[in-house]
């Protein structure tokens, strides 16, 4: 959703620099190892836009760590939203299940921010329709608080106190021109309607 | 408005442009033209109109107007169909035969004329059929028709072609008896079943079954000869296409009694209109193209086409709001014709307002063979007039029309020249643009 | 987006590619899948309009309803009168007072769906209006051959047979011209309309010379009721003339497609081995058809303007 940084006039601050997020990606990896006892049975599922990449970036470090291959996929959740009828028809994004599926599978979710839940909320019940996991988890660059819902993250790579008023744009290279995490605004504007990260 | 109407027939009326030629007062005395002039006195008992920046037209002639009673009562009476007339400066229309039952006995056309006598707005002069029921096998009894009260000299099964070869010409043949004209509907009917459109480029793109321009010129042509070869007369109705006007030409040179007439729909709307597939646009013979226009206009201002007539064709509601081709062909054309003349042909200079009350007036009277229709303001002429204001324009409302139908294609369309006054012997029929019964 | 779906022509290269790619991301997510239905249209009403007889569009159209999780109700007025046109009308009020949020309609009459978009307020996709359109089943052809051949800018499609009364070939020359590929119809003079000469394809009467230059080859069906109509002498000689039979199929270049959009008269229209060879898509064009209108009902359905508070 940081295609929004390109239509976003006023000036921004960097929360994390490039090498920032290569730590992070490195520690949510790490994390990942340790709390799944080697990443056994972990399927990620990146959602997109920027949630892919993040998830092949998981998966790349976790198997340079200890050489384990982590199954990896997409998972679009535009059909699964709630706000379609105020927003508007979407671009699909793509979604695309490792061939073993996720039945029995512990599922981590990636995405690149965690804000209102409700993309999370999406995703859960993609991933129900999609098949039965073992266990769900999510995985998050930056955490910016303001939850509309009862949803947390097993893996924060950092956590960004903002204002409704504030903008979070994550920059990644694959979609991006670079790698970043951007802050903009702070100026009184309407609040959200939810599902913005 | 409520002055007593029923006494009044004599009028002074001053300052009116005549023929759009020169200023003059038009004296009216019991119906009759008394004088024409500058500075006239007001004859005893008259009514005095300012008609300063006005044109004064003799009456307007209808060669083609449907009325749909007896039969369609929902869609148009005589009398709101004679309304409308009088609105659009009419004081004579033809009514076609297609009612139902047809007009083809002495019966029928006395009954559609005494309707039109009763109200009193518009001579109504019935046509009658040619064929009985319009079925284009057995002569209806023309003779009869002519005897009648009602004195019909046209005869057409418009809506249908006379399309057999050999009937069309014992008809023709036949009317010389007693000075009739055979008024045809030119569409070939083996080139154009299910026709919804004129086939083109509009036809190809929208699916609809094309209406061949030469369906129409097909029959003109064969039906110039039969003329030529019996030696009698033939009115061609509703002429759509290039290809018509010269082949009208052509026969018009050879000598022959041909004479034609165009619609106002046909000099100013083209097939595009179809795409909205709203059937307001559907009439027979079909909108064709803008080569198709420029060409009746030019065959208007010329004299090959003789006159234009409406084919004003009121139809009910739910023979409109529906798909197309379920639709019924047909467009309101009374109250607007005069206005589309005015914008096709006298603003591009094509026409003056001689021109107007030639195309009009005089020829479709002399076509009809209407006694005191048609001729110029002129003492001892009985006072069918209407007088026009060149410069005021309107905005067409279909709800505002006199018609009982709605099927108008201008809806929301601006024209200009509005109808102030039109007087029938001498009574007026509609005074300030606005119908006095 | 566009608000109904009523020709092919109402499709820009941006929007008809969106909808060809959506329809290719619903394929992917789901495909594999236990639940195939997805909650997008939870509580819309999409009403099935159908006045004639087609099992097959019917059906994906519901289908593709029913997987976006709308509410489908069936209305067939087949045997209603058809010409007296309030009945069109007079549905259309009932729809409206039902709160149809898109009626899906085929109906004999050209136009019709131009007809019911103007008396509605829900959405109104043209599945077949007399001769005129089907813009869904251009859609479902066009994804088809993109599938296959992997583009369609430059694709040389040749549609074959009567093009006068077909609404598949009129959708299908405006949007393959939309997305860049190159038609030529081949067909009898008489199965052609006049005015074909404004449409963006070529014309060819000579089908042995087009085919070794086309990559798609899309044959149409010729009803029964133009075999007794002087359009030509006989079904051996349209056959012998515009068939695709085994020597014709083998002057196609080895990777061409093959495509009916059904159903088809086999042997007349086409040769069964033909019809059945792996370089048919026939049955990949139903299947198919399912994704483009579940694509075409998403981005028709959401993001009403005004809708949702």
Known sequence: MADRVRNTPEPSRELLSEADIGRVVDRIAHQILEKTRGAREVTLLGIPTRGVPLSVRLAERIRSFEGVDVPHGALDVTLYRDDLRLRGARPLGPTSVPSGGIDGRRVILVDDVLYSGRTVRAALNALYDVGRPLQVQLAVLVDRGHRELPIRADYVGKNIPTSHSEKVSVLLREVDDRDAVLLAGGEPQKPSTGGDK | MSREREAVNSWLIKNASVLGRRNADIAITDGVITAVGEGLDAPEGAEILDASGLVALPGLVDLHTHLREPGREDAETVESGSRAAALGGYTAVCAMANTSPVADTAGVVEQVWRLGRDAGLVDVQPIGAVTVGLAGEQMAELGAMADSAAKVRIFSDDGFCVADPKMMRRALEYVKAFGGVIAQHAEEPRLTGGAQMHEGEYSARLGLAGWPAVAEEAIIARDCLLTGHVDSRLHVCHVSTAGSVEILRWAKSKGWRVTAEVCPHHLLLTDERAATYDPVNKVNPPLRTDADIEALRAGLAEGVIDAVATDHAPHAAEDKECEWAAARPGMLGLQTALSIVVKTMVEPGLLDWDGVAERMSRTPARIAGLEGHGLDPAPGVPANLTLIDPNASWTVVPNELASLSRNTPYSAMTFPATVRATFLRGEATVLDGKATK | ?309
């Open chain 3, 1 to 309: 987006m566009i608000t109904h779906l009523l020709s092919a022509a109402d499709l820009d290269r941006d929007t008809a590619t969106l909808l060809l790619d959506t329809a290719r991301q619903l394929g992917a997510a789901l495909s594999g899948r236990e639940v195939k239905k997805l909650p997008t249209l939870r509580g819309r009403t999409v009403v099935n309009l159908f006045y004639e007889d087609s099992t097959r569009t019917r059906v994906s159209f519901e289908a593709a309803a029913k997987r976006l999780s709308a509410d489908v109700v069936n209305f067939s007025a087949k045997g209603s009168s058809v010409s007296k046109g309030e009945s069109l009308k007079d549905t259309a009020w009932t729809l409206q007072a039902m709160g149809a949020d898109a009626v899906v309609i085929r109906h004999p009459a050209s136009g019709a769906a131009h007809r019911l978009a103007q008396w509605v307020d829900g959405h109104v996709l043209n599945a077949g209006d007399g001769t005129h359109e089907h813009p869904t089943q251009a859609l479902l052809d066009a994804y088809t051959m993109r599938e296959r051949m992997g583009r369609l800018e430059g694709l040389r499609v040749a549609i074959v047979g009567d093009v006068l009364h077909s609404r598949v070939a009129r959708s299908n020359v405006l949007l393959l011209n939309t997305l860049g590929a190159e038609v030529t119809l081949v067909a009898p003079p008489t199965l052609l309309p006049v005015g074909v000469e404004s449409w963006p394809a070529g014309v060819e009467y000579d089908f042995d010379a087009v085919l070794p230059k086309t990559d798609v080859v899309m044959m149409l069906r010729v009803q029964r009721e133009r075999m007794t109509d002087s359009f030509f002498p006989s079904v051996r000689e349209y056959s012998r003339r515009y068939g695709l039979d085994v020597r014709r199929a083998g002057l196609l270049p080895d990777d061409a497609l093959v495509m009916h959009p059904g159903p088809m008269v086999r042997g007349m229209e086409i040769a069964p081995e033909v019809a059945d060879s792996p370089r048919s898509a026939i049955v990949e064009q139903v299947a198919n058809g399912v994704l483009v209108r579940m694509a075409a009902l998403y981005l028709l359905l959401s993001g009403e303007k005004g809708a949702g508070e």
